[in-house]
């Protein structure tokens, strides 16, 4: 979203609370979405596939979720890829100064975010893909189905 059209009071949201403030409410929205995602999953014909994706599915849902025919696969990205995307989406060389800050506020929750997934993720156990940028989505697939789901 570019900057200008951020609204006035998640500009004051993000501007006002930390990093870790900011990780802690957005999981705490995720934990209100997770009940439409089991209640999607359940809802799924036997034998269909179906790829839900996502932040808000966050590993220690999906560990707490039991289900014989749903796998999780985590994809992942270096700092650098993610402030790469963040800079270019945000249209960071025609922002201000209060624009500036509420893309690097973004960016380093992003950071915090990726970091502490990363953490649950292999905690739990979960496959992680880094991804690199120039992966096709078919690359990806032949990755997941090939290395992670015969597993």
């Given at each position: 979203?570019?900057?200008?059209?951020?609204?006035?009071?998640?500009?004051?949201?993000?501007?006002?609370?930390s990093v870790?403030?900011?990780?802690?409410?957005?999981?705490?929205?995720?934990?209100?979405?997770?009940?439409?995602?089991?209640?999607?999953?359940?809802?799924?014909?036997?034998?269909?596939?179906?790829?839900?994706?996502?932040?808000?599915?966050?590993?220690?849902?999906?560990?707490?979720?039991?289900?014989?025919?749903?796998?999780?696969?985590?994809?992942?990205?270096?700092?650098?890829?993610?402030?790469?995307?963040?800079?270019?989406?945000?249209?960071?060389?025609?922002?201000?100064?209060?624009?500036?800050?509420?893309?690097?506020?973004?960016?380093?929750?992003?950071?915090?975010?990726?970091?502490?997934?990363?953490?649950?993720?292999?905690?739990?156990?979960?496959?992680?893909?880094s991804i690199?940028?120039?992966?096709?989505v078919e690359?990806?697939?032949?990755?997941?189905?090939?290395?992670?789901?015969?597993?």
């Amino acid at each position: 979203m570019p900057p200008e059209s951020v609204p006035d009071d998640v500009q004051e949201h993000y501007l006002s609370l930390s990093v870790e403030e900011l990780f802690a409410d957005v999981i705490r929205h995720y934990e209100t979405v997770w009940p439409l995602v089991t209640d999607k999953i359940a809802a799924l014909p036997a034998g269909q596939g179906q790829v839900i994706e996502g932040s808000a599915l966050w590993p220690d849902f999906i560990a707490s979720y039991s289900k014989d025919d749903v796998s999780a696969v985590w994809l992942t990205a270096s700092d650098e890829l993610l402030q790469a995307r963040i800079y270019r989406e945000s249209a960071l060389a025609r922002a201000d100064a209060v624009q500036r800050e509420l893309i690097s506020k973004f960016l380093e929750r992003t950071y915090y975010f990726n970091a502490r997934m990363v953490e649950r993720v292999m905690r739990l156990g979960f496959p992680l893909i880094s991804i690199t940028g120039s992966d096709t989505v078919e690359d990806l697939c032949e990755i997941i189905v090939l290395e992670h789901l015969r597993s």
